[in-house]
């Protein structure tokens, strides 16, 4: 059975570098056709899509955050990571780990979520 | 504001059949597929339908998926108090060229 954890820092200064990580368990993250993605949720919102990757690098971001965001992969560890730069209150959320079905853009396997908080 | 409509609420009594509209444009919905998603409060999302109207693995198939033209729809059949919940609609937008989500639509089964 697939898992995704995320990892990361749950509390983040403004004009700060919130960092993540999810890892991938039981299951090869350079398996074909599936992409690797990171969606996050404000407190009592919707989701917003973040960003993609394949295991291959090609990346794909939201355009309304792409000027602040890094989506790296490291197959060796089966782990890839987001970096959102320059923070704001704007940025605080419940940030999920997902897998995607490369051509429905099905995320299929999520990971549980971690909240990360920007504040002083 | 979402670009994709959905109603912010929605409630039907125990077996009941309730229908969630999501409601998009040419540049989403009208050229692409749509997916959407259970998140129970607490808990991640739950992929439930993709390619517009295929149920996923696992899924009770009380629950079904349609579009026509730029809207979409999900249904759910024999209501139970399981299904209380957020329900999200999400498809690619060629015009914005990302992936975008309607604003969820929460469920009460009274």
């Known amino acids: 059975q697939l898992q995704l954890q995320e990892s990361g820092p749950g509390l983040v200064k403004p004009s700060e570098t919130l960092s993540l990580t999810c890892t991938v368990s039981g299951g090869s993250i350079s398996r074909n056709s599936y992409f690797w993605d990171w969606i996050r949720q404000p407190p009592g919102k919707g989701l917003e899509w973040i960003g993609s990757?394949?295991?291959?690098?090609?990346?794909f971001y939201n355009p309304s955050l792409k000027s602040r965001l890094t989506v790296s992969v490291d197959p060796s560890r089966n782990q890839f990571s987001l970096k959102v730069r320059s923070v704001t209150a704007a940025d605080t959320a419940v940030y999920y780990c997902?897998?995607?079905?490369?051509?429905?853009?099905?995320?299929?396997?999520w990971g549980q979520g971690t909240l990360v908080t920007v504040a002083s | 504001q979402s670009v994709l409509t959905q109603p912010p609420s929605l409630s039907g009594a125990p077996s009941q059949r309730v229908s969630i509209s999501c409601s998009g444009s040419?540049?989403?919905?009208?050229?692409?597929?749509v997916n959407w998603y259970q998140q129970v409060p607490g808990k991640a999302p739950k992929l439930l339908i993709s390619y517009d109207d295929m149920l996923s693995p696992g899924v009770s198939d009380r629950f079904s998926g349609s579009k026509s033209g730029t809207s979409a729809s999900l249904a759910i059949s024999g209501l139970q108090s399981e299904d209380e919940a957020d329900y999200y609609c999400a498809a690619w937008d060629d015009s914005l060229n990302g992936l975008v989500f309607g604003g969820g639509t929460k469920l009460t089964v009274l």
């Open positions: 990757i394949y295991y291959s690098g090609n990346t």
């Open positions: 040419s540049s989403n919905i009208g050229n692409n597929v």
């Open positions: 997902a897998r995607r079905q490369g051509n429905s853009w099905g995320f299929d396997y």
